[in-house]
């Protein structure tokens, strides 16, 4: 089964600095998805970026980019320029062709004024 | 655009009781799934579907069940409520496993449910 770790469980950092948050997995899949979610105050589920195991190229949008190691399934997002509005929970999850999306633990990050 | 809508949004249940959670979909999607998260647990997959009239167990499946009679909707049923089982729960639903380029899956906004 693939699991998903999260090892810290709580982040901060100082509005317009850069935060970068880890995430390793564990599978025996060759071709597989990757995800980061952003879950507010709100509660509502907010996809921040994916990746397809099978492109080299890490994924950015806009602020937010992952340096994504196949090799040490490794799997972190980096966050620039940090907003007030990016303190949310963030998820890392994985998912296969085989099976629905399985959750890390998640990160909760603050960003300070 | 509806999406994925869920009811109720909050309830207070006391220990023994019965409900149903209600999600729907209009997007015409396959696969279905209801999730709960619990603080410093992320979100474990309780069961899901993968077309109209199957069911699968997930993660935590127990305490559980489930039923898809029509495509558009996805009920989660506890017979015999517990305070272990207070929750937020999310159901999503999505076209296929590896889902939509922007969307893998698409969540309500959960259902708030505490058991006393």
């Known amino acids: 089964a693939q699991t998903v770790t999260q090892s810290q469980p709580e982040m901060s950092v100082q509005e317009a600095e850069t935060v970068t948050l880890s995430c390793t997995y564990d599978?025996?899949?060759?071709?597989?998805?990757l995800f980061w979610y952003k879950q507010p105050p709100s509660r509502q589920m907010i996809l921040v970026i994916r990746?397809?195991?099978?492109?080299?190229q890490n994924a950015t949008e806009n602020r937010f980019s992952v340096n994504f190691q196949k090799a040490a399934k490794s799997f972190s997002l980096k966050i620039s320029d940090s907003q007030l509005g990016d303190t949310a929970m963030y998820f890392c999850?994985?998912?296969?062709?085989?099976?629905?999306?399985?959750f890390g633990k998640g990160t909760r990050l603050s960003v300070i004024a | 655009n509806a999406g994925v809508t869920q009811t109720p949004k909050f309830r207070v249940l006391k220990t023994g009781q019965s409900m149903t959670l209600l999600c729907a979909q209009d997007m015409n999607h396959e696969y279905m799934y209801w999730y709960r998260q619990d603080p410093g647990m992320g979100l474990r997959l309780i069961h899901y579907?993968?077309?109209?009239?199957?069911?699968a167990k997930g993660e935590v499946p127990d305490g559980y069940n489930v039923s898809r009679l029509k495509k558009q909707n996805f009920l989660l049923g506890l017979e015999s409520a517990a305070p272990s089982q207070t929750s937020v729960y999310f159901c999503?639903?999505?076209?296929?496993?590896?889902?939509?380029?922007?969307?893998?899956?698409?969540f309500g906004d959960g259902t708030r449910l505490s058991i006393l």
């Open positions: 579907s993968v077309g109209e009239g199957t069911t």
């Open positions: 999850a994985f998912l296969s062709g085989n099976t629905p999306l399985v």
């Open positions: 999503a639903s999505s076209y296929s496993f590896p889902g939509e380029r922007d969307q893998p899956q698409h």
């Open positions: 599978t025996s899949e060759s071709n597989y998805y």
């Open positions: 990746q397809e195991a099978y492109k080299q």
